[in-house]
């Protein structure tokens, strides 16, 4: 894998842009399906009914909280970490939830307001975000665009699965009820000032202004469904954040797939809240470019998702740099380039 600089990012070879843009071209990472293959063999073993991979684990969590944290933090174990972690995606039973905070990711909201900064003024600026939840995403976006350009026609379409989310962020009213619903106060990392931007407040219920509001498309639907591509057509910024991670693998990977073809040529793509080995898979498959500007800043961007790794199947792996593919493993946003060719090599 070569590490290269371009001058410019940009949506397409047409348009005016601004900023440099450093990105990787990927090479796939051998082995990694092999090694994948035998972990899941292990876990289903059963032994007298039961797994002795749930026994494993079990003890392994206990010796680990046990241990101090520069030695859970050192290279050997956190080889090991990504091994359990393995194991644990294999024994757990995986559902959707609706766990969701406005501003969730600030880097990665600042490396939108970076790209559509390129934009030339007045275009149109086509923006889909999928697995939307209760909308707190979809509109954190919409906020931070329009402030950024508010000349831009911002288009944005939001879809999740679920009726009930998309009825609740279709209204942009939040009260105590719609936490209790998500299982989370949504509020919960924004600042009074930020509220105060975004919301229309009355006691205890706040209302996204209609600025922000307005203009937003609201879908119920299923993103695994090839239908998708008729409804939402081209999309210059795709997110796809934080519901991979409930699928089971196969799922997952193709579930990706399919979202790919949502993104327009030099369009960009944000994926997290997924298996690294399988977003990893897909983008070396498909020869993404990953975008190296906030990299690490976005990686650890969301707090919550490195809670209680290696013992959750959703949490974050830590950033190692110490791995040779670690600038194209840990990227979070990609740009699909027409005919990207993958190269040789690594630094």
């Known amino acids: 894998m070569k590490v290269i600089t371009l001058s410019k990012l940009r949506f397409s070879s047409g348009d005016t842009d601004s900023g440099p843009g450093p990105i990787i071209v990927p090479e796939p990472v051998p082995g990694a399906t092999d090694r994948r293959t035998w972990i899941i063999r292990l876990a289903e073993w059963r032994i007298f009914g039961r797994s002795p991979a749930g026994v494993y684990l079990r003890l392994?969590?206990?010796?680990?909280?046990?241990?101090?944290?520069?030695?859970?933090?050192?290279?050997?174990?956190?080889?090991?970490?990504?091994?359990?972690?393995?194991?644990?995606r294999t024994q757990s039973v995986r559902g959707q939830l609706f766990h969701t905070f406005f501003l969730r990711n600030r880097p990665a909201l600042e490396l939108i307001r970076r790209l559509v900064e390129q934009k030339p003024h007045g275009a149109l600026?086509?923006?889909?975000?999928?697995?939307?939840?209760?909308?707190?995403?979809?509109?954190?976006?919409?906020?931070?665009?329009?402030?950024?350009?508010?000349?831009?026609?911002?288009?944005?379409?939001?879809?999740?699965?679920?009726?009930e989310a998309v009825e609740i962020a279709k209204s942009g009213i939040y009260s105590s009820a719609v936490?209790?619903?998500v299982g989370t106060n949504f509020l919960d990392r924004m600042t009074s000032v930020e509220i105060d931007e975004l919301f229309d407040k009355d006691r205890d219920v706040v209302t996204v202004k209609s600025w922000i509001r307005n203009g937003v498309n609201w879908h119920v639907g299923d993103v695994a469904r090839p239908e998708i591509l008729e409804t939402f057509g081209p999309q210059?910024?795709?997110?796809?954040?934080?519901?991979?991670?409930?699928?089971?693998?196969p799922q997952a990977e193709k579930c990706l797939h399919l979202i790919a073809g949502l993104v327009s040529p030099y369009g960009y793509l944000f994926v997290s809240g997924i298996d690294l080995d399988i977003r990893t898979k897909?983008?070396?498959?498909?020869?993404?470019?990953?975008?190296?500007?906030?990299?690490?800043?976005?990686?650890?961007?969301?707090?919550?998702?490195?809670?209680?790794?290696?013992?959750?199947?959703?949490?974050?792996?830590?950033?190692?740099?110490?791995?040779?593919?670690?600038?194209?493993r840990y990227a979070s946003a990609f740009q699909l380039v027409p005919g990207a060719e993958p190269r040789s090599g690594f630094l």
Not at 66 to 79: D, G, T, V
Not at 128 to 139: D, F, K, N, Q
């Open 125 to 163: 600026l086509r923006v889909a975000v999928l697995g939307c939840s209760t909308g707190a995403e979809a509109y954190s976006i919409a906020w931070k665009i329009r402030s950024a350009r508010p000349d831009l026609r911002l288009a944005l379409h939001a879809i999740d699965i679920s009726a």
């Open 236 to 249: 210059d910024i795709v997110l796809a954040n934080n519901f991979l991670c409930h699928m089971d693998a």
């Open 179 to 181: 936490c209790e619903f």
């Open 282 to 328: 897909v983008a070396c498959d498909l020869r993404w470019l990953p975008v190296q500007e906030l990299l690490e800043e976005i990686h650890e961007g969301d707090p919550r998702m490195r809670l209680n790794w290696p013992w959750n199947y959703s949490a974050l792996e830590p950033l190692n740099k110490r791995r040779r593919d670690w600038r194209f």
């Open 60 to 88: 392994n969590y206990r010796l680990w909280h046990n241990l101090p944290e520069y030695f859970i933090s050192s290279a050997p174990m956190r080889w090991y970490g990504r091994f359990l972690h393995t194991l644990v």
